[in-house]
């Protein structure tokens, strides 16, 4: 007699298993602009179904709440009804035995307090505050509004100039973005309900590297007026870039040697060739605009005289001083912070790393970066510490799982404390203290040392990557407001005791992404082009090949390849590899189109000019 | 050139063309429900669902284009279930109560299910409850729309009135009004448009038919009626008359036969509007040149969009009131006097191709003449129609009656109003006579006719060049005024008409499904006119008479009373200055 068995699944239960994968896959793509008040009814009905039955606050009160969600939407509900709702909610949430009531309730009094406007709104005026207004995702979540169904129809269609030319419309830094975009477009993409999102980026890339020399549109009549851009960074360029498309007269001020800006002094060249982006600026320049290196503007009269100059001003200084941890020890030799190293790097000026080990404080991208480019300057040994767990980090996965690939050793819940020296002043080793993870808070867990546990990690070189600052300074002193030393400028990019003087990229934001400082660029230009009293228009005459019938059965997403981690370790080349013609023409073909099936072809599926 | 099969039919057809419009040219239907063509191309319905070889999914024929080699099937097994219980599904959502509206019998719901032979219903009915309200002129019905968005689409791209739009999400989606809660708080301007294009009866005007049916039958009330120029075009329509069946007079006949006491024509008024319009714009120009452009007054869907949307530009309106309501001013005082009879007691309506003229009847100022509403009712063309069926009359059975001395016609000039660019033409003529003292070609000032929806001529008057611009369809007033705005374009005088092609395309017009009437109704306005011996409105011995027995000349101080308005007198909605509304 068999006295235990092995479980196995049913075939229901591995169907179900799938759905949920399907259904996470669609809650992970879900538009923005959906109704809060339907979101949490739908919730909380699958909430009800994962009851068990056996406690009544559970069983008996999640089914009498969706009722009372209900009936704010039949508009049989009053403005008690959202009383009745929050103490429902809260008693089930107070009695429930289990999570799964308690939680439940818990999600539905969020909702209340996120969103209680809705359900007023639903109550007093039988409509929903929710509007549809992002008819196709990857446009609308690229911040710059590219016409992504766009150029992968081209792409597909082998057109790849015109999908460079048609990408420049609304961002000018097709390459760069092409290798280094966060691709926010991908991040709800439609054709994550039926596999996995297309990669946009990928094909970006493809495109611009087979579309051969693409040069700069035509500019517009010459209108006389002069503008400013004060740093030559993504956002200046685009600025610069886009206003003298419209025929205004731009000159940008850079402090460094070169342009570019982060892009240069910030970005490693195995993610972003020097080639590459060199490349890119001449196409730009190609507009006309003047530049002039080696300028920084160092006091607030230099800023007054320059507004005397010019009839509007761009400002767009990035981030570029490095924060400190704030531990002891922090001055000491050896100890550099990572935008330090970095604008060395894009001065030329590689740092030397045989044989040393190299400690990189920090669990952003720019850590990552640090890492990575510690072990391309021959380390011996580099390891990360971060005070948070490895999911905590806000590095892309993609960053942390290829470091890790390179040989960089990830010490997680692991603060620095101190930095040990020796008699001449060099750091010798880092002292960390081992964290457990405790209460969540604003969505990550908080750290928390243990005691008595401290270690030294014996290093030569030690790498901080904590975060950046912006050098606004002389900007304060001349009566631009600032914000906890960024730039106060507000949406449009103006800043408003300022009438002509306007802002945008990593100095607005504090850092960020280059698509988010392409696109406080493409927005400035398009603002001050009004303030001059003009109202040019940037549009393309690329058109779209007509949109063919399709299947959309689940297929595979192509990922970019990476060289080897031995090879791509020994130099500072380009480490992705490019899609092959055959995976271009497949990736590109998985596109569902949102442009033309959905809500796409009724509001908003292409916006040909701004 | 492509080639295609379609239910077995080969057909060669250009690239880029639909799979509908394919298979059309290979003589097999499609039907269609939400789809207009160049308007509406959405595909939300889901009844145009065919079949294509090497597919799994159906797609929408309206919107997707053939390929070289396609076989398409329109009734295979899947593509008839499919759209079957597509239609299924947007009946269980439709308050189907076909004995009870107005639109049974011309719903383009009602026919699609009728030829799927569609006669059970296998889903819970489901229909939304919201009714906005019955006073104001143009009504909306939610639980009858099916979402087709069409008038979403001639709201926002014909118009640019922007008014209606996609309110909530998911399965609670409806059509609602952007930017405020109530159609009566919206910047409409009952164009009537969304009416004309709605597929079933999810839009409607409000149905004034028993208000004049009772003012009738009221012994102590004398009643006239006025039929604007449009009318005439299309009154026939529902009833299926030739155009030879459906005149003016045995429209009169028929409207004698219900009741109504004197029957009056429209073109006389219209007449009087350009001798008033006219006169005036000839001082502006000799006199105040700066006051310029003057825009016409006689359409009161422009006027209410000039007033929420372009308020710099109200003072350039016209003073003028419209035709309707210097006919209505005239009735109760001048012909009041004629017949010796309390104009208290005279009840005065109109039948016009339009909604916004019940608006605009109720503006508190329009009581001129003796301090009641100088016209008390105007009905549309489609509630003529069904008032006239109400009464079990058959057109085609009453013999013709003469309208009604003193206004029983109007010139030429009066009668090509009801069409785009009539306005500017007739108003010409007799502005060139006033000018000049002779009479130019009656066909002089033949380049504002037509269909396109901005027309520009310049015209020569003593010697001096007058720049004119005609626009139908109140985007291209919006596109018109933007561009004078920047200063890009000068006119010196602007005909306006709300809706596109003119009063001959009004809102208040019988709807045909995908038609665009308007193209076909104006021809008949300007054939009258080709033939008609009266081409000059002051020509007109009725309106010789009206000036010299009782008004004087033209912009004479009676004149500015009974037939000059002030546009600031009532507000829009939204009009900053202050937040009245003028409820119809």
Redesign the interface.
Known sequence: MSRIRLFTENQAQQTVEDLYKDIERRISAAQPGLCPVDLAATFLHICRSQSCGKCVPCRIGLGQLEGLIDSVFEGSATLDTIKLIEETAESIYETADCAIGSEAARMVLKGLRGFRDDYEEHILHHRCTAMQNQPVPCVYQCPTHVDVPGYLALVHAGRYADAVRLIRKDNPFTSVCGLICEHPCESRCRRTLVDNPINIRGLKRYAVEHAGVVHAAECMEKTGKRVAVIGGGPSGLTVAYYLSLMGHEVTVFEQRDKLGGMLRYGIPAYRLPREVLDEEIDVLKETGFKVQTNYRISSSEEMKDLQKRFDATYISLGAHTGRTVGIEGEDAKGVVPAVKMFRGIGDGFTPDFHGLRVVVIGGGNVAMDAARTAVRCGAGSVTVAYRRRKNDMTAQKEEIEGAVEDGVRILDLTAPVRINKNEEGHAVSLLVRPQIPGEIRQGRPQPRGMEGQDQEIPCDRIIVAVGQGVDSDVFGEFGIPLDRGKIAAIDTSEILSQPGVFAGGDCVTGPATVIRAIAAGKVAAANIDEYLGYHHEIQVDVDIPPIGLRENDPCGRVEMKMRPPQERIQDMDLMECGMTAEEAKQESGRCLHCDHFGYGIFKGGRIAKW | MVNVTIDGRQVQVPE?TTILDAAGKAGVRIPTLCYWKGLN????CRVCVVE?EG???L?AAC???V?EGMVVHTNSPRARRDRRLNVEMILSEHEGDCATCVRSGNCSLQKVANDLNITVQPYKKNAQ??KSDPRFPLIRDSGKCIKC?RCIQVCDRIQNACVWD?????S?VTV?VEHA?RLDQSDCTLCGQCITHCPVGALQERDDTERLMEAIQDPEKTVMLQIAPAVRTSWGEYFGMSREQATMERLCGVLKRIGVDYVFDTDFSADLTIMEEGSEFLKKWTEKSDELPLFTSCCPGWIRYCKSRWPAYVPHLSTAKSPQQMFGAVVKSYFAEILKEDPHRLFSASVMPCVAKKHECAIPAMNDACGDPDVDLALTTRELFRLIRSLNIDPLLIEEVLLDAPFAFGSGAGNIFGATGGVMEAAFRSAYFLATGGNPDPDAFRDVRGMDGWKEATFQILGKTLRVAVVNGLGNADRLLRAMDDGKVHYDFVEVMACPGGCVGGGGQPVHEQRFMAAERAPMLYARDQTDTLRFSHENPSIQAIYQDYLGEPLSELAEKLLHTDHESWHMPKEAWRPETVFG
Not at chain 2, 41 to 44: F, L, N, R, S
Not at chain 2, 166 to 170: L, Q
């Open positions: 880029g191309e959405i595909g939300a294509v597919y799994h999914k797609f919107n997707n284009k390929q409850k919201d968005m996609v309110i909530n999400t998911g609670r609602g809660y």
